[in-house]
């Protein structure tokens, strides 16, 4: 949805506790594979990827929401990687987390 390939796409990754935390902010049109000792993983963009986060579906839904999506709230934490695996939309991009320590990771748009 009108973003070109110019559009920058950042990204930070951090290997914690065994696991890895990779946060892209940017083009969400992208695709990312990973590699680590258990082989290759593709994590394919967000379902909504072309429609701007902040959207709302319905005038009634609330933009806030806690940080497990159980319940409306005006406060929303940090993603706690603990619990998460695999890839979260967040407001800017979105958020992959691996099972695993990687040892390799490729964008592609």
């Known amino acids: 949805m009108g973003q070109s390939e110019s559009d ?3 990204f930070e990754m951090t290997i914690e506790d ?7 902010s940017g083009d969400r049109d992208t695709a990312v594979i990973v590699r680590s000792k258990s ?4 994590y394919l963009p967000p379902e909504d990827f072309d429609r ?14 806690s940080a497990d999506g159980t319940a409306d709230s005006p406060y929303r934490t940090r993603t706690d990687t603990t619990s998460v695996t695999g890839l979260e939309p967040t407001a800017d991009g979105y958020l992959i987390v691996h099972p695993e320590p990687v040892t390799d990771v490729r964008f592609l748009r």
């Open 8 to 10: 920058p796409v950042t």
């Open 18 to 24: 065994g696991r890895t935390r990779i946060d892209v």
């Open 52 to 65: 701007p986060p902040e959207d709302r579906q319905t005038p009634y839904d609330s933009p806030y929401q």
């Open 39 to 42: 082989g290759e993983k593709i």
